[in-house]
């Protein structure tokens, strides 16, 4: 089990850009894939974007792709989600989790630990 920490939110005008941070607690974190969600309200919850233990191998919905990049750093147990180019329909609370093992996988229902989550708001 790993800890979830979100940051780096707030309230960006479109086109503008955001770095969310997700710290992990624990020294097995590279051994977990990490996700980022969404969920707007009134809306599913949705996988944004994945990664693997090493980081070699990422996953981005269609959504974001070319805007939004997934990496992280395992020697500070850390995931990160850039986001540029940001549009209203961006807007939600953010969260990320994370998934033992290898796999990317998409369903939420695999994921075990969450965190909080981040508020991202985009005024157009």
């Known amino acids: 089990q790993v800890q979830l920490v979100e940051s780096g939110g707030g309230l960006v005008q479109a086109g503008g850009s955001l770095r969310l941070s997700c710290a992990a607690s624990?020294?097995?974190?590279?051994?977990?894939?990490v996700g980022w969600f969404r969920q707007a309200p009134g809306k599913e919850r949705t996988l944004v974007a994945a990664?693997?233990?090493?980081?070699?191998?990422?996953w981005h919905a269609d959504s974001v792709k070319g805007r939004f990049t997934i990496s992280r750093n395992n020697a500070n147990n850390t995931v990160y989600l850039q986001m540029n180019s940001l549009k209203p329909e961006d807007t939600a609370l953010y969260y990320c989790a994370a998934n033992y093992g290898d796999l990317i996988v998409l369903s939420q229902r695999t994921y075990a630990d969450w965190g909080q989550g981040t508020q991202v708001t985009v005024s157009s």
């Open positions: 990664i693997s233990q090493s980081g070699s191998r990422t």
């Open positions: 624990g020294r097995t974190f590279s051994t977990y894939t």
